[in-house]
T-cell receptor, first 113, second 112 residues
Framework: DAGVTQSPTHLIKTRGQQVTLRCSPKSGHDTVSWYQQALGQGPQFIFQ???????QRGNFPDRFSGHQFPNYSSELNVNALLLGDSALYLC????????????FGDGTRLSIL | DAKTTQPNSMESNEEEPVHLPCNHS???????IHWYRQLPSQGPEYVIH???SNVNNRMASLAIAEDRKSSTLILHRATLRDAAVYYC?????????????FGKGTSLLVTP
């Protein structure tokens, strides 16, 4: 039973570029959340998708956007990259209820030059 | 949202029990207490959660104070693989409860 898979594992971009990160949820899960983790910090919630709609959003600018597909997989898009966007981006999947545990992938390491 | 307070770091010997404390004095009546851990170079991993009663699973036990203002994650017998950052998180049972609000957590060092 595959867990949460993310691609790519590492990515290098330059300032001003755009990036798309991908996530496949754990089998049977219908909800996907995205988090940003800076070095030495805890993960910060970006947003959550359920039924192809953004259900909750954290304190991130509109440069961060997402999408969920009918097969429940998801993409995170970041436009106009800044040096401060360098971080580990984590995807988590869960069942739709509020207090269900979230299952995390191992993340995409994004470096901005 | 209610906040949690955890020690920055703790140390334990292998095969000894470990008690990881968390203070949440402003917890509301419908907040669930969740614990996650993050091993080096991995994504966070769910450990356990509870509301009022103590909870046990194969990974750990969660002891919740009677007034719910604090809780303790108990690892009954630490192994080297338990070295990780442990996060105590409150999740409201409301439409703002979908997110996990991670703090800085407690970094647990386990020595042989």
């Amino acid at each position: 039973d595959a867990g949460v898979t993310q691609s790519p594992t590492h990515l290098i971009k330059t300032r001003g570029q755009q990036v798309t990160l991908r996530c496949s949820p754990k089998s049977g899960h219908d909800t996907v959340s995205w988090y940003q983790q800076a070095l030495g910090q805890g993960p910060q919630f970006i947003f959550q998708y359920y039924e192809e709609e953004e259900r909750q959003r954290g304190n991130f600018p509109d440069r961060f956007s997402g999408h969920q597909f009918p097969n429940y997989s998801s993409e995170l898009n970041v436009n106009a990259l800044l040096l401060g966007d360098s971080a580990l981006y984590l995807c988590a999947s869960s069942l739709r209820s509020r207090n269900q545990p979230q299952h995390f992938g191992d993340g995409t390491r994004l470096s901005i030059l | 949202d209610a906040k949690t307070t955890q020690p920055n770091s703790m140390e334990s010997n292998e095969e000894e029990p470990v008690h990881l404390p968390c203070n949440h004095s402003t917890i509301s009546g419908t907040d669930y207490i969740h614990w996650y851990r993050q091993l080096p170079s991995q994504g966070p991993e769910y450990v356990i959660h509870g509301l009022t009663s103590n909870v046990n699973n194969r990974m750990a036990s969660l002891a919740i104070a009677e007034d719910r203002k604090s809780s303790t994650l108990i690892l009954h017998r630490a192994t080297l693989r338990d070295a990780a950052v442990y996060y105590c998180i409150l999740r409201p049972n409301s439409n703002s409860g979908y997110a996990l609000n991670f703090g800085k957590g407690t970094s647990l060092l386990v020595t042989p």
